[in-house]
Each structure stands twice: as structure tokens, then as C-alpha cells.
């Protein structure tokens, strides 16, 4: 393709992209903070929601609300397709090979920690080992931590460069015969860094050691294809890719769920119960003890039907456009300093300022009614690193623009004036 006709591809792929039309979607947007038209900047930590999710949510409790797996009245019949119908859109959002492999959990979090204490705990005895990365959120920290106590197992560390790109030819030394598990995030919350997971996954079977991918910031930026990625394990948040709180996605091979333990007792998980034996109900019921989280998983379906109507790919360039945008902006502010400057990153923006401490940005940004996050990041390993305490992060989501940014830079300039 010549440079002229790529060229007109971009044009028309961002043409295509109304971004004035995707923030419409999106109704808490458009209000006021203080006076001042709200610029939200901390979607890495939770996505706002577009009004397809809430209505599909409401339509739920409105229409079809009734315990699921249970009844044989029409609403709960109802009610148990509706749920069904949403983890096979997760399955199709994963592209994963079978429904089975779905289980619905509370988010990235919970997924996490059922795996270290279903699969690490059958699994892992003293001396084997876990490996993570430098850049990891403590939620792929302390469930391997606590597994380690458990089992004697060894917790080791992949580190990363200066620009926060994890340094492969040390990870590939670090996978060894004692290496069980590698559990790394697709995508860093502080960094925005893209880590090479089909190579990771490699590297890591390889030595015959299964593979855990935090999928909490990817999912809402990256086409996500299991398949392709050959993870084992792929652990996600609803609430940050659109969808609503308290639902998130463990993604398991379905012969590693077939052989793992349950991780909590109670209804829908088993098949049958006396008080001799208990019989358990196949994955992904069996990962799933009680009334699970209805209308939270008819939610997130709804936020997989809004990701597929903007498309993956028309949202990821509009992003890429945004971050550059936000990049070269940022870089022309006297005395900031980007924290996180891989080749390959999503919009996630995390920076200090000269003789500012983070919460004060963030406290005077808000009074301009600028969200942004300042602190740990739940990432303190990561801080101690680059040699931190906190940084201030501004991330984006597919109704971030320019505007924002220009926003967050005369934000900034009042901070620098208040400590001048
Ligand atoms: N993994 C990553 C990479 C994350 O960014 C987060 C949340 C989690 C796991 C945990 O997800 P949860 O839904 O189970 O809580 N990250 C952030 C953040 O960056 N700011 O607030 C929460």
C-alpha cells in the first residue's frame, strides 16, 4: 500500500471515529464539577458507563429479575438465559474455544486469587516457583505471596527497564524446571506499558510452567484473543471496560478447570450433597458457589455489544491518536517527567512534577474539575522501582479527546503558578 493510500486509510478510520458521538453515549459526562465541565482522566481505574450498559441493567430488573439455575417459573428461566447469553459473550470477547471456560467471578481481583488457591494450591509444593514481573498490581502480587506461604513455593520477580518495558532476556533466564507459574499483566495500570504475552507464553510452556494473564487494563483497549495469546489462564474487570462493578471474568483451558478443586462451597456448585459425599457440578459452575452476580454479567455482555459496535480497532487508533496527542503536551510542561514510555502502550499517562507531591496535582486539578489519580497505584514495587513514592496518572477511555488533554495542561500550568 503506498504512504497516500495508508494515509487515506487513517484519515477515514479516524473520521469514522466520532468521538463527540461516543461521550453523548456516556450521560455522567456531561455535567458540572465545580462549576467547570468535568475532564475524567482516571478510567484506568474505573470506565465510565454508557447508557446501553445502565438501560440493559435496569431492562434486567424491570423485565427479567429471578434467581438463576433454580426455578422452573418463566422468570427464572428467563433470567437463566439471559445470564448464559452473557458469558457467551464473553466467550465470543475472548475468543475462547469453549462456553465452559468462562467463569464469572467479582472482577481481575477475585480471579486471581481463585487460581492461586485452586490450581496454585493442588499444584505447588516447597520449592517450586512463581514468577511475575516488576510491574504488576498487587493484586497479581499478594495471592501468589500468600500461595507462597502455603505451599513453601519460591515468589521470583522479572524486572523491567528504565522506560518500564519488561527486560525479556531476564525473564527468560528467571523461567526455569522449578517454575510452575507465570503470572504477569497484559498491560501495565501505572505504566501503560503492552507486554509481549505470545512470547512470554512461549518462553513459559516452553519449560512446561502455565501462564496467568492480568487482562484488568487490556481488555478495555486491545483486541483480546486467548487463543492467539496461548495463556492458560486470562483474569479481566467488568467495570473497567464499560461494563458495572463487581463482575470480572476468570478465562481458564478447560482441561485446567476440568482438574482444579472448587474454590468456594455452597449452592450451584455441586451436583449433589449428603452429608457422606458431595458431588461437584462441572466448571464453570463449579467455580461459582451461589447466587452469582445476575444483572452485573447482563451488564458486562452489554458493555462487550457497546466495545464491538465502536470496533476494537476503531477505539484503539482513536486512543493511540489521543496518547500521542497527550504525550507530546505533557512533554512540553517545565519540569514534568513521564513515568512509563514503552514503544508499544495504551493511553495511560502517569508523570511527576518538579518540587509537587502528586496529591497536591491532583487535589488542585480537581478543583478545575479534572479527575485524574495520584498515589501508590496499588502498584508500591513499581513506585520503588523508579525510585517514587506516588506519581499522578491521567489515563483515557474510548471518550477521552484533545480537549481533555488541553484541559490537563492549563490544569497543570495553575498547579506550577500555586507553588511558583
Ligand atoms: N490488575 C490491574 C493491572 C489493575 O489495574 C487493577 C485495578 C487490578 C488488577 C484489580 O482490579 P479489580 O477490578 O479486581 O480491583 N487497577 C486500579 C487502578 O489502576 N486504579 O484503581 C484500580
Avoid at 514468577?131 to 500461595?147: G, T
Wanted: charged letters at 20%; aromatic letters at 6%; proline letters at 4%.
Amino acid at each position: 500500500m503506498s504512504d497516500l493510500q495508508s494515509g487515506v486509510q487513517t484519515l477515514h478510520l479516524t473520521a469514522g471515529y466520532d468521538v463527540e458521538r461516543v461521550r453523548r453515549m456516556f450521560p455522567i459526562l456531561a455535567q458540572q464539577i465545580y462549576g467547570k465541565p468535568l475532564i475524567y482522566l482516571d478510567s484506568a481505574a474505573t470506565s465510565q458507563k454508557p447508557l446501553a450498559v445502565i438501560e440493559a441493567m435496569s431492562h434486567f430488573f424491570l423485565q427479567e429479575n429471578a434467581n438463576v439455575h433454580r426455578g422452573v417459573h418463566y422468570l427464572s428461566v428467563r433470567a437463566t438465559e439471559e445470564y448464559e447469553k452473557a458469558r457467551s459473550k464473553v466467550q465470543g470477547f475472548l475468543n475462547a474455544e469453549h462456553v465452559e471456560e468462562i467463569v464469572f467471578v467479582r472482577g481481575t481481583t477475585e480471579a486471581v486469587n481463585l487460581v492461586a488457591q485452586t490450581y496454585g494450591k493442588a499444584q505447588l509444593r516447597d520449592g517450586d516457583e512463581v514468577l511475575i514481573s516488576a510491574m504488576e498490581h498487587h493484586s497479581n502480587i499478594v495471592p501468589w505471596q500468600m500461595l507462597c506461604e502455603q505451599t513453601g513455593a519460591r515468589l521470583r520477580v522479572a524486572p523491567i527497564d528504565d522506560a518500564g518495558e519488561l527486560l525479556l532476556d531476564e525473564l527468560e533466564r528467571l523461567i526455569g524446571p522449578r517454575t510452575r507459574l507465570v503470572a504477569v499483566t497484559h498491560v501495565s495500570n501505572v505504566l501503560g506499558t503492552i507486554n509481549p504475552i505470545r512470547r512470554i507464553v512461549e518462553l513459559a510452556h516452553a519449560q512446561g510452567a502455565r501462564v496467568l494473564i492480568d487482562g484488568a487494563q487490556a481488555a478495555p483497549h486491545l483486541k483480546i484473543d486467548v487463543r492467539a495469546l496461548g495463556c492458560d489462564f486470562y483474569a479481566l474487570s467488568g467495570h473497567k471496560m464499560y461494563g458495572p462493578t463487581g463482575i470480572g471474568v476468570l478465562y481458564g483451558r478447560r482441561e485446567l478447570l476440568d482438574a482444579m478443586p472448587p474454590y468456594q462451597g455452597g449452592g450451584d456448585m455441586i451436583l449433589s450433597v449428603s452429608f457422606e459425599k458431595t458431588i461437584y457440578n462441572k466448571p464453570p459452575y463449579k467455580f461459582e458457589a451461589g447466587t452469582p452476580n445476575m444483572v452485573g454479567a447482563i451488564g458486562l455482555g452489554a458493555a462487550i455489544d457497546f466495545l464491538a459496535a465502536l470496533g476494537p480497532e476503531a477505539i484503539a487508533a482513536h486512543e493511540q491518536r489521543v496518547l500521542a496527542y497527550a504525550q507530546k503536551a505533557l512533554a512540553a510542561v517545565p519540569g514534568l517527567r513521564l513515568i512509563g514510555t514503552a514503544a508499544q502502550k495504551v493511553g495511560v499517562l502517569s508523570f511527576v512534577l518538579d518540587g509537587i507531591h502528586p496529591h497536591d496535582i491532583g487535589t488542585i486539578l480537581d478543583r478545575e474539575g479534572i479527575a485524574i489519580r495520584t498515589g501508590h497505584h496499588c502498584a508500591q514495587p513499581l513506585m520503588n522501582r523508579f525510585g517514587l513514592a506516588a506519581t499522578a496518572r491521567a489515563s483515557l477511555g474510548c471518550y477521552s479527546n484533545e480537549q481533555d488533554i488541553d484541559g490537563l495542561v492549563a490544569g497543570l500550568a495553575k498547579v506550577q503558578e500555586v507553588f511558583r
